[in-house]
């Protein structure tokens, strides 16, 4: 090896870096921007109706990028790796996204972005139950100010009767946890077979139960009556939104580490919050506000403090 390759390899590594960086940035720009967008589809097609039209659009785009990327030979999964994927995607498109989608639909824009930004908790308390991560008084201190937070966040909620908004917080918190698992369990999976295997056969072994438990609702829709509005939409949010955003989140976190690229998921509630405030008037009161701050200020504490046991931390083994 010579003095330029040695030299040359770190500076490539910093650069890949950066540009996972931006990528990551331009994602949250996207993903807070979507809840507004959602809230808007499910008016037009409802829940289930989205959930359906979605995973009968996003194997036909997992497929397309499979051919794209290898033609007509597919790449082989052992046996193993198979059911792993399978694993991944129930966990990651009918739990979570299923979750998501009903979740959003009865909350807020608001509410739905910060609630799902505490998934870093989830993935800390994941890796440190795997033994990959140390819990320390910093980051036991930041869950529990992020609960207070979710709490104070809440109250509005709480003390004014709306249940249904409430039950819909509840449901993306637990979202969140399935969105947690699947970053940790997946980054191994990408770093062996690369972003696209694994992207594609989880939403290929994920897709069909999501559209058989969604079809009665997909039949309802009356499909010629949708505005091309709606269908702008709904490709922003199925194709932008989430298939080439999972696709670059699994790469993101391939090149900069799950514990790094998590922290990230901060900026989204803000984002989330200015656009549900421009389009749709959506409006917070000062309790929202000091429970989103304390919400996120907890979550950071806890991640920063948090204390990695080795180098699993960048590559975590696959959570079973």
Request: net charge positive.
């Amino acid at each position: 090896m010579t003095a330029a390759s040695t030299t040359s390899s770190p500076a490539a590594a910093a650069d890949r870096s950066r540009q996972a960086l931006w990528a990551a940035l331009v994602l949250i720009l996207v993903w807070g921007a979507n809840f507004s967008v959602q809230k808007a589809i499910f008016q037009a097609l409802s829940p289930g109706g989205f959930l359906f039209v979605r995973y009968l659009i996003m194997p036909v785009a997992a497929t397309l990028l499979l051919c794209l990327r290898f033609g007509l030979h597919w790449p082989r999964v052992s046996r193993a790796d198979a059911f792993a994927l399978l694993r991944l995607g129930l966990v990651g498109h009918l739990l979570h996204v299923g979750l998501v989608t009903y979740g959003i639909h009865w909350s807020t824009a608001f509410s739905s972005s910060l609630i799902l930004a505490c998934g870093p908790v989830f993935t800390l308390l994941i890796l440190h139950w795997h033994g990959h991560e140390a819990l320390t008084r910093g980051s036991v201190a930041g869950v529990a100010v992020a609960c207070v937070g979710v709490v104070v966040f809440l109250s509005d909620k709480l003390f004014g009767g709306h249940w249904q908004a409430s039950a819909g917080d509840l449901v993306l918190l637990v979202a969140a946890s399935f969105f947690s698992y699947y970053t940790v369990a997946a980054k191994p999976y990408i770093e062996r077979l690369g972003g696209v295997t694994v992207m594609t056969y989880a939403v290929l072994f994920g897709s069909l139960p999501v559209v058989a438990l969604s079809l009665p609702a997909g039949l309802a829709v009356r499909w010629g009556e949708i505005s091309p509005a709606v269908w702008a939409g709904t490709f922003y949010a199925v194709i932008i939104s989430a298939f080439m955003g999972w696709l670059v989140w699994g790469w993101v976190n391939a090149v900069r580490g799950v514990g790094p690229t998590a922290p990230l998921m901060y900026l989204m509630p803000p984002v989330a919050g200015l656009v549900a405030w421009g389009l749709t008037g959506e409006r917070y009161s000062a309790a929202k506000i000091a429970g989103a701050a304390i919400t996120l200020a907890g979550v950071a504490l806890a991640q920063f403090t948090s204390s990695p046991r080795g180098p699993v931390r960048e590559a975590p083994a696959p959570v079973d």
